[in-house]
């Protein structure tokens, strides 16, 4: 028996949760004896995990107005690529992983262009639950959704009452992270010495954070630097093409930081304190127990349209905040985000016992709320008995 699945998602974690699902594909398919194709949109981390890349997304990702133009382009021509190959390749199943616009633009065509046996599994599901405009993402979301794969039980719960098929799988990074190096095997590894206070910077997944994160998060670090003598830096690459503007950074502050092209996520483990941009980096901390800051910034006209234009208002951003709707980590957005600010919490979360440990308690509530090992697995036995429903319906 022989199977095509083909997959959508975009920017650094897509790529990455989409690796974790198409390991997990392989694996099931091999033990059900069932030949499976698997083609996809995503980055460099997928195509390693046997996924046929029609084209790289990893490094076009963005969030914001003005910070999208520039890859509206590239995005579209992509999506015309995408959309010949699945008329000349029809897959039985497509699985979509956050990327909202993309993703809610060819849901949207397979179900409209495609026969209705085919399957779209939506694994992942953008935040519109938390932070929707209005409901037409959501309804979009619902309406192109066979079934939904949710990670949240919040996001689970959310996209039920709206009458949607779906089903709680955990977050993959409880995978991931089954067998990460502790704190001082990473430590070892990296050759960290007892004395030192290890900071992890991460300033970027997309190239706008480099613009408006970086400078403000290192201009942070330099003041941590002449506060706290002990203090050296760790900056895990998240992509190559973001080497030499982080290095030029690391000289232009002064900073003793030290730039990690592989074993990043012993950087993480390592670490005593993290500042880190608003993402899936953070809750990959969390459950490593780290303890951290995290910042959000965009275009100031775009924070302005949000706001007063749009009606732009969310309980929470990260997502260690958004497991149970809860403050755990401190979140600096936009104007707050300050280099002030920044030392200011980071000296907290440093030096003050009661608040590391208030949030480790935090994270350790938070870690039974994302479910247990084998999120992936769960995610690939759904899609395998989608696929296995979907052949006996006959095709219109």
């Known amino acids: 028996m022989n199977r095509k699945i083909f997959i959508s998602t975009g920017e650094v974690s897509g790529d990455l949760q989409g690796a974790l699902l198409i390991e997990a594909l392989y694996q099931q398919a091999r033990t059900l004896d069932i030949s499976l194709e698997i083609a996809a949109t995503g980055g460099d981390r997928m195509a390693a995990a046997g996924a046929n890349l029609l084209g790289n997304t990893s490094d076009v990702g963005s ?179 973001y080497r030499s503007s982080i290095e030029r950074a690391i000289a232009d502050y002064g900073l003793r930081g030290t730039l990690v092209g592989e074993g990043t996520r012993d950087v993480l483990a390592a670490a005593d304190l993290a500042i880190a941009k608003s993402g899936t980096v953070n809750l990959e901390l969390a459950l490593l127990g780290v303890p951290q800051v995290v910042l959000y910034r965009v275009h100031p006209v775009t924070a302005w349209i949000a706001r007063k234009v749009l009606g732009f208002d969310i309980p929470f951003m990260s997502p260690p905040n958004l497991v149970e709707m809860k403050s755990i980590v401190p979140e600096l957005l936009q104007e707050e985000a300050t280099a002030e600010n920044i030392v200011a919490e980071s000296r907290e979360l440093l030096f003050n016992r009661d608040r590391r440990e208030r949030m480790q308690a935090d994270y350790q509530q938070m870690q039974q709320a994302v479910g247990s090992v084998g999120a992936a697995n769960r995610a690939a036995r759904e899609i395998f008995e989608l696929l296995a429903a979907s052949s006996s319906e006959p095709e219109m």
């Open 63 to 241: 969030v914001g107005l003005l910070e999208s133009l520039p890859f509206v382009l590239p995005a579209w021509q992509l999506q015309r690529r995408v959309r010949r190959y699945l008329q000349e390749n029809p897959p039985d199943l497509v699985v979509l992983i956050d990327y909202m616009g993309p993703n809610l633009d060819l849901g949207t065509y397979i179900k409209a262009e495609f026969p209705p046996h085919i399957p779209v599994v939506y694994y992942i599901a953008p935040q519109a639950w938390v932070w929707s405009l209005s409901d037409r993402n959501t309804q979009t979301i619902a309406r192109i959704s066979d079934r939904l794969l949710a990670i949240f039980p919040e996001e689970a719960r959310f996209f039920e009452k709206r009458g949607v098929s779906v089903s709680w799988v955990g977050h993959p990074l409880v995978d991931l992270l089954e067998n990460a190096s502790d704190r001082q095997q990473a430590r070892d590894k990296l050759g960290i010495a007892a004395d030192t206070l290890a900071i992890a910077l991460l300033p970027a997944s997309r190239h706008q954070e480099l613009k408006y994160l970086m400078p403000v998060m290192f201009e942070a670090a330099r003041q941590l630097q002449e506060q706290i003598p002990q203090v050296e830096f760790w900056i895990p690459l998240s992509l190559e093409t």
